[in-house]
């Protein structure tokens, strides 16, 4: 793929590739508030010219790290906080608010340094105090955190969980700045965990102090600090002069809020120039998309997959037959060709294709509408007999959405099941409705938090995984988790995760649709750019700026 329309290779190849670039030649703006001598009129003009619009396809639930369950949320809050690590655009792992951190020569317990004369967006110190509570309100069925499981390798975790101690004995401020976490048992990824979008440490004094509300007020250390929401509408984020890693030269990020992942009215902002990036249209020509020397077209892998999910605690799709004669009767390849030409990798499984662990081997389900009414006759329902209407439910209601779903309709009558499809695009209460298990059949795409293959299996299939939407149990699939979470030898890890995986896809719990591509257009101005495989919420827009012509 080579640069159009003047672009610079560098920041090209920073794009495509999720690398650095130097700024060089180019020529920055200002860092940090505009001076405060200026007039009135020139700060204006300065702050809309280093102010970054982007588009969010629904509201986020909240901006309480801990709280949070959705890509929207996190593609804010991971803009507000930090965690004691992070991603780099390499997805390894890099120190962000500890700048060292030491293991012990078993590897249960674990040191973790902050930088000092870190500051909050209010003013106050960072402190280790502020990491241990953070973690414990993780842990803290009071919380809710989706993510709590992880965590409960910890050392008192779960006694601390079941009401049967009051703090918890792996999570020590050994001084003002040090922290020492131990563990119960190894586990291969843990500190990749401690980079997950809701681990990120907050002020313990503002939490507590707002309670609930925080989630609506948020304050952390990150490049940019709450301004204000105006849900439906948009979420300001300012500049945070004081950041540890030097100011962002932007000096506002504005998510401009189009419910129900509204693409076309996405695109048609992005022409007229009022928003600096967006996703590609349904129905786009990608070929002139990346000759057209108007924009910058973005393409790269992501650890990602769509699919169909299943509530396996409610007839009739607690019986695996029945999932499977589902599974068999959807014609996934005609979806991905006739609706996404060249845009998505079929998925046969749930591992994609990115990730350690991913098996080429796995053949999935065929589209094999015989086999779909043979398993139907077994469960009990021949020719889709009592079944009565599936209804599948969905978040977003776009021109494509609506193809794909056609599809699915007409494959699934060809065997005989009646399918209604609804609509719910306020995000919150269609995500509120899935956690609660109040969906039969819901459409959902997973973005790994993680760039390891138990943020797939293991969050999502384990019976106790934090995103386990399903209900789905199975006790071999658990022991085989479990063992490859704690496994220290790669190969023995990759059979595990293999193994589970093809049980899983028998099982059926969901019908593995396609794995995404990050695809999205760019304004020529915009600079400095990385994207990893973790895809849009882990863009450091701290390092972005914006050179228009003058």
């Known amino acids: 793929m080579r640069a159009k329309g003047g672009i610079r290779p560098p920041f090209w190849l920073a794009l495509l590739l999720g690398v650095p670039v130097c700024a060089g030649a180019l020529v920055s703006f200002l860092v940090g508030e505009p001076v405060k001598h200026a007039s009135v009129v020139a700060s204006q003009l300065e702050d809309t010219e280093r102010s970054y619009r982007r588009p969010l396809a629904h509201d986020p639930e909240t901006l309480d790290p801990a709280r949070i369950t959705d890509v929207y949320s996190r593609s804010v809050a991971n803009q507000i906080f930090d965690g004691l690590v992070y991603f780099d655009a390499t997805v390894n792992v890099g120190p962000a608010l500890a700048e060292f951190w030491r293991s012990s020569r078993d590897n249960l317990t674990w040191t973790f340094n902050l930088r000092k004369n870190v500051k909050f967006h209010h003013g106050r110190e960072l402190v280790a105090d502020d990491v241990v509570f953070s973690l414990i309100r993780l842990l803290d069925p009071k919380t ?30 050994l001084d003002r700045h040090t922290v020492r976490i131990s563990l119960n048992a190894v586990h291969s990824a843990f500190v990749s965990l401690l980079a997950v979008g809701q681990a990120k440490i907050l002020p313990r004094d503002i939490v507590e102090a707002r309670g609930d509300a925080f989630g609506v007020q948020p304050i952390g250390t990150g490049p940019f600090r709450f301004l204000r929401w105006d849900r439906g509408k948009e979420l300001v984020l300012t500049a945070n002069p004081t950041y540890f890693q030097a100011p962002p030269k932007l000096s506002r990020l504005v998510f401009r809020i189009f419910p129900g992942d509204q693409r076309h009215a996405m695109d048609d902002e992005f022409r007229r120039g009022n928003l600096e990036d967006a996703p590609i249209p349904p129905g786009a020509d990608r070929a002139r998309l990346a000759q057209d020397p108007a924009h910058v077209y973005v393409k790269r892998p992501m650890n990602s997959v769509r699919f169909y999910g299943f509530n396996t605690r409610i007839k009739p799709l607690n019986d695996r037959r029945v999932r499977q004669a589902i599974s068999h009767a959807i014609d996934r390849e005609t979806i991905i060709q006739d609706v996404y030409p060249g845009q998505y990798v079929l998925a046969n499984g749930v591992i994609p294709p990115t990730m350690l662990g991913y098996n080429r081997a796995l053949a999935g389900y065929s589209y094999d509408p015989a086999r779909a009414r043979e398993l139907l006759a077994q469960a009990g329902y021949p020719g889709g007999r009592g079944l009565g209407p599936l209804v599948i439910w969905s978040s977003v209601k776009r021109d494509d959405i609506l193809r794909e779903h056609e599809l699915i309709r007409k494959s699934l009558a060809t065997v005989g099941v009646p399918v209604e499809i609804r609509y719910l695009t306020d ?124």
């Open 427 to 550: 995000w919150p209460t269609f995500s509120k409705m899935i956690d609660e298990g109040k969906l039969p059949i819901f459409l959902y795409a997973w973005y790994a938090d993680v760039p390891d293959p138990d943020n797939f299996l293991g969050w999502l299939f384990h019976s106790r995984g934090p995103r386990n939407f399903f209900g789905y149990r199975n006790a071999e699939v658990d022991r085989l988790l479990m063992g490859a979470r704690t496994a220290g030898d790669v190969q023995l890890r990759v059979d595990q995760y293999r193994k589970a995986e093809q049980l899983i896809l028998e099982d059926a719990p969901i019908v593995p649709i396609f794995h995404h591509t990050y695809e999205r257009l760019f304004q020529t101005y915009v600079r400095n750019v990385e994207v990893s495989g973790l895809g849009d919420a882990y863009i450091p827009f701290r390092k972005i700026w914006l050179e228009r012509a003058r």
């Open 144 to 173: 809710g955190s989706s993510v709590s499981e992880l965590f409960m390798n910890v050392r008192g975790a779960r006694e601390f969980a079941d009401g049967k101690a009051k703090t918890v004995s792996g999570l020590v401020a």
